[in-house]
C-alpha cells in the first residue's frame, strides 16, 4: 500500500526441525531486497499473547549462513492462541502496534491452524495483515499432495535411519537383544514407516494400520511377539522393531490406566515424553516370549528429539529455502490466507479454508496411505504373524499350542 511501510513478522510454532533458519533466511533476504522490514518474534505466539515485544530485525548479516545451521534463531513455542479470544485480540492488537503488515507462520498443523486464526480474527476486525503459513514438520502429516514431504522430514528420516541401522548392529553384536524404538510422530506414522523401511527394521507399526478406532494394548503385544517368534525360528534371537509414538492415541480406554496418567499441551495433546510406553511394551513382551521359552533382553528408546534440531541435509537446505523464497512472492502479489507448497516444481497456495478438517475446524492431517505401494513395499519386508501363519503347525509349536488353539487365539489380528 503507497505510503506504508511494509513488514513482514515471522513466527515459528510448534517444535522445531531442520529447515527452519533456511526459511527465515530466504524470507530476510528477499525481504530486504524489496525494501520491506522482517522482523523476527522470538518464541511462538506466547510473548505476542501477552503484548510483549520480544523480536529482532533482521538483515542479510543476520541470516547470510543460518541455513546450514540446524535449530532455530528465533526460539520456539506451542503457546496456542486459538483458545482465547482475548489472546486473539492481543496477538492482533501487538503485531499491529509492531507495524506489522504481513505475518508468516513456520509450523505444523496446530501452528496452521493458528495462523488461519489470526487472519480471520484480524479481518473481523478491520485489520489488514496478510498471512502466509511454511509447512514444517518431522511428522510429515501436513496436508499436502501424497509424495510431497514437509520440511524436516527427509532429514529426520535420514539421521533415524542411521540410529536405527547402530541399534540393528549393536544388536546383532550383543545378540539375544531387541530394541523398541518409540518414534515420534503424534498421529500419523509417516516417521516410524520411513525409518524402519529404510534401515530394515524387522516390524514397523503404525496407527493407520488399524482401521478400528481403538484396539486393545495385548494386539500391539501380539504383533511384536509375533516377530520376535519369527525370527527366533530363523535363527536370529535379536532385533529392532518401531513403534510410532501415536499408537498411544488407539489404545483403549480401559488399558489406558496402564499408561499412567499423562499431561496435555497447549493444543490438547498428551504429552508422549511423560508416558513410559516403550517400557510398558518392553516388561509386556518379555512376559509373553519368556513363556515361550525365548530368553532375550529388550530394551526400550525413544527417538525423535535428537532429529528435530540436526543440521538439515541439502535436500531441506534447498526445500526450505525455496519455500521461504515463494512465500514471500505470494506476500508480494498481495495474496493471504494460505499454507505455501511446492507441486511440479510450482509454487501451489493451499488456502486456510480449503485444507481445514470440517468436523474438527482445524487443519485436516494427512496420515500414511495403507493402500499406497509405498506402504506395501514396506509391509512385505517386514517380519511378523501373517494371515497364512494360522496353518503352520510348526509355529502353533513354538507359541506351545495347538493349531486349533493357535488360530483362537491369533485369529483375530487378521479380522
Known amino acids: 500500500m503507497i505510503g506504508i511501510k511494509n513488514v513482514i513478522a515471522i513466527v515459528c510454532g510448534g517444535g522445531p526441525a531442520p529447515g527452519i533458519n533456511g526459511v527465515i533466511a530466504a524470507l530476510t533476504i528477499e525481504g530486504n531486497k524489496h525494501g520491506w522490514d522482517v522482523l523476527g518474534i522470538y518464541d511462538g505466539f506466547s510473548r505476542l499473547a501477552r503484548g510483549e515485544k520480544k523480536y529482532i530485525r533482521l538483515t542479510y548479516e ?53 495462523a488461519a486464526a489470526v487472519a480471520e480474527y484480524a479481518k473481523k476486525n478491520g485489520r489488514t495483515i496478510r498471512i ?10 501436513l496436508p499436502l499432495p501424497e509424495g510431497v514431504p514437509t520440511f524436516g522430514f527427509e532429514t529426520a528420516r535420514a539421521f533415524g535411519t542411521m540410529e536405527i541401522e ?72 535379536y532385533g529392532v522393531a518401531v513403534i510410532a509414538e501415536g499408537i498411544i492415541e488407539k489404545i483403549a480406554p480401559e488399558d489406558f490406566e496402564q499408561l499412567g496418567q499423562a499431561a496435555r499441551d497447549e493444543h490438547g495433546h498428551i504429552r ?25 533382553t529388550i530394551v526400550d528408546k525413544e527417538i525423535g528429539y535428537e532429529l528435530r534440531c540436526a543440521a538439515p541435509i ?27 507448497s511446492l507441486q511440479d516444481n510450482q509454487a501451489v497456495p ?6 481445514k478438517d470440517p468436523v474438527t475446524g482445524k487443519t485436516r492431517v494427512r496420515k500414511v496411505n495403507v493402500a499406497s505401494v509405498h506402504y506395501r513395499i514396506a509391509r512385505g519386508f517386514m517380519l511378523r504373524l501373517e494371515k497364512e501363519d494360522l496353518a503352520d503347525p510348526g509355529l502353533a509349536n513354538a507359541y506351545k499350542m495347538t493349531l486349533e488353539e493357535f488360530q483362537k487365539r491369533y485369529g483375530y489380528l487378521f479380522e
Open 166 to 237: 547402530n541399534l540393528m548392529e549393536d544388536a546383532r553384536t550383543t545378540n539375544n537383544r531387541w530394541y523398541f524404538t518409540i518414534a515420534m510422530g503424534r498421529t500419523a506414522g509417516h516417521l516410524s514407516l520411513g525409518m524402519g523401511r529404510a534401515a530394515g527394521a524387522i516390524v514397523t507399526i503404525i496407527p493407520e494400520e488399524f482401521t478400528q478406532p481403538s484396539i486393545p494394548l495385548q494386539q500391539v503385544v501380539d504383533i511384536i511377539t509375533g516377530a520376535i517368534v519369527k525370527r527366533y525360528l530363523t535363527g536370529k534371537n
Open 132 to 141: 502466509v503459513h511454511v509447512p514444517k514438520t518431522i511428522d510429515n502429516d
Open 62 to 114: 543476520d541470516v547470510s549462513h543460518i541455513h546450514l545451521t540446524g535449530g532455530c534463531i528465533l526460539q520456539m513455542s506451542r503457546y496456542n492462541p486459538t483458545k482465547k479470544e482475548s489472546d486473539l485480540c492481543t496477538v492482533v492488537d501487538t503485531l499491529a502496534e509492531l507495524g506489522v503488515t504481513h505475518l508468516v507462520t513456520i509450523g505444523g498443523d496446530d501452528t496452521a491452524y493458528s
Open 314 to 340: 541439502a535436500y531441506d537446505i534447498d526445500y526450505a529455502r525455496s519455500l521461504g523464497y515463494e512465500a514471500f512472492q505470494f506476500l508480494q502479489r498481495g495474496d493471504s490466507g494460505a499454507m505455501i
Open 272 to 296: 508422549y515424553s511423560e508416558l513410559d510406553f516403550g517400557q510398558i511394551l518392553k516388561q509386556t513382551v518379555l512376559a509373553e516370549v519368556e513363556r515361550l521359552g525365548i530368553k532375550v
Open 350 to 355: 493451499l488456502y486456510f479454508d480449503d485444507i
